[in-house]
């Protein structure tokens, strides 16, 4: 059954290129032949299929990373156990400003199931709070506890600062919100015992707190599509990069790139970059070994967003340069690097999506789209791609609602990665801020979402009353859209509390 069900997704996949490759030819056929349309057409029709082409890319990239981990991803990995790691081994632990029952939870998670065969390094860049809980934590067991007046370089910076320090073989960076289970250090290490061409090993972030509220879920929902689908692919072809927490790195291979890029606030992308440009490869080794939460309030949630599309856009021009443009690699590779560099700008494209059933109204069409173009290419084209999308997450095993979120979560922030993108062509950067900061947003802060909703709901009353098969096919997409924008309402809410929170530590006496 789930060989079936690979050979019918890639043949699937297969099919949902070819037909967008018919429908940008046929536009080509009728701008540049027909000349069909007028100045506003020709505009709009230009930026409809940039939009096309560039989750075109996404797709075919999605695609092939879902055939590598189907077919080739468990072939390069092999489990096994590194007993004997004392005095070879290194836990950094980054903290900033966070909140005191998860910090004293968290590193007495750290330090039980992984203190007893590396040294654990806490690095407090507190810079508001009493941290002397941390300080009594840390003598009592037997922690190392560092603290920096300067903020050099942010996370990156406290973490090179110690690196340098340091006379071990691995090194491992856990973020304060992760608490790891006892196999993790053994396993990776493992890992790179055997691979002496890698320079580090990532494990996936599982959220355990998604019963806080939608908004956690949601999160969890695209950690799914990143760490069961995208990461196994990335791992097989070699473009794998590391996500700063859940990670073990080779001391070596740091040392090669002159320890973490601090010029970047994704120091993690950064620094894979540079040791991949190094040499070095990722690995990534799909097992629950470590798990976390969620951002679990909507200002905290896009506080994590902000910085990992300001961080990766701001990055571009780099991988560009030393990946995409470099001959030594592979067309497989500069596909996923163009893919994962670009893909933060996606919400210029789905403006023009969400724009489009509102242009229809005035008048204004995509050229060649008309009734029996849609059916014999747009169609087949959609029902393929979302049908392949749907088949692939449930044969990894995800709950259809996870589906669903994933649809909707990256159409719900669009507006943020619009933002982005022009803050980062000023070089206009927000202070660094965590996930676990922050509360509810002013609900007028969401007026983007509100108001496309609205013209959506209105395209669509007035293309039904209109009443045509072209604009009911774009009345039906006008619903669509703004199903999927509905979440909205659900994720500024006050979240409930965890079950993960509910044990605290409290009454630790050492």
């Given amino acids: 059954m789930n060989k079936m069900m690979h050979v019918s997704i890639n043949i699937m996949s297969i099919l949902s290129m070819i037909f967008i490759i018919v429908g940008i030819t046929s536009s080509l056929y009728s701008i540049i032949v027909l000349k069909n349309g007028t100045i506003f057409d020709y505009s709009f029709t230009l930026w409809f299929w940039f939009a096309t082409v560039f989750f075109g890319i996404q797709s075919m990239s999605y695609f092939l990373s879902f055939r590598r981990s189907s077919y080739k991803y468990k072939s390069t990995i092999e489990s096994s156990y590194n007993m004997l790691l004392r005095d070879k081994v290194a836990i950094l632990v980054p903290i900033y400003n966070e909140e005191p029952d998860m910090v004293t939870n968290n590193l007495i998670a750290i330090y039980s199931n992984n203190g007893n065969i590396a040294e ?51 090194v491992s960076v856990i973020d304060i919100d992760q608490m790891p289970s006892p196999d993790f250090i053994r396993e990776t290490v493992s890992l790179l015992d055997k691979n002496p061409d890698v320079g580090f090993v990532q494990v996936p972030q599982i959220y355990v707190n998604t019963d806080s509220g939608v908004l956690a879920e949601i999160a969890q929902a695209q950690q799914f599509i990143f760490y069961e689908i995208l990461t196994e692919g990335k791992s097989v072809t070699g473009t794998l990069f590391s996500c700063g927490s859940n990670v073990i790195y080779r001391l070596k291979a740091l040392k090669s790139v002159n320890y973490f890029d601090e ?40 506080n994590q967003q902000w910085r990992w599309m300001s961080g990766s856009l701001a990055l571009m021009p780099k991988i560009f340069k030393k990946i995409i443009f470099n001959k030594k690699y592979t067309f497989k590779e500069r596909l996923d ?79 943020l990665s619009i933002s982005v993108t022009i803050s980062v062509l000023r070089k206009k ?45 774009t009345a039906f997409w006008a619903f669509f859209q703004f199903f999927l924008l509905l979440p909205i309402f659900f994720l500024n809410k006050t979240p409930k509390k965890s079950s993960i929170d509910e044990n605290s530590f409290k009454n630790f006496e050492g």
């Fill in 120 to 170: 654990v390094y806490v690095l407090d860049d507190s810079t508001k709070g009493d941290s002397s809980y941390i300080i009594d934590l840390c003598n009592k067991l037997g922690m190392k506890y560092v603290h920096r007046i300067n903020r050099r370089g942010y996370k990156a910076g406290a973490l090179n600062d110690v690196l340098k320090t340091l006379d071990v073989d691995y």
């Fill in 337 to 415: 690097w163009f893919a994962t560099s670009t893909w933060y700008t996606f919400g210029w494209f789905y403006l023009i999506f969400l724009l489009a059933p509102v242009m229809d109204i005035f008048g204004i069409k995509v050229l060649t789209i008309n009734p029996t173009l849609y059916f014999f290419a747009w169609m087949p084209y959609t029902i393929l791609l979302m049908t392949t999308f749907i088949l692939s997450h449930i044969d990894k095993g995800a709950q259809l609602k996870f589906v669903f979120y994933n649809m909707a979560a990256n159409l719900l922030i669009f507006p």
């Fill in 263 to 302: 010029s970047n606030i994704v120091e993690d992308i950064a620094t894979s970059v540079n040791l991949i440009g190094n040499g070095w490869r990722g690995l990534y080794y799909n097992k629950k070994l470590v798990f976390g939460r969620a951002p679990v309030t909507m200002e905290g949630y896009i």
């Fill in 429 to 473: 950067m927000k202070p660094f801020t965590t996930a676990r900061t922050g509360g509810k947003v002013p609900w007028h802060k969401f007026w983007p979402q509100f108001l496309i909703m609205f013209l959506l709901i209105l395209s669509l009353i007035i293309l039904i009353y209109k009443h045509s098969i072209y604009n009911d096919i």
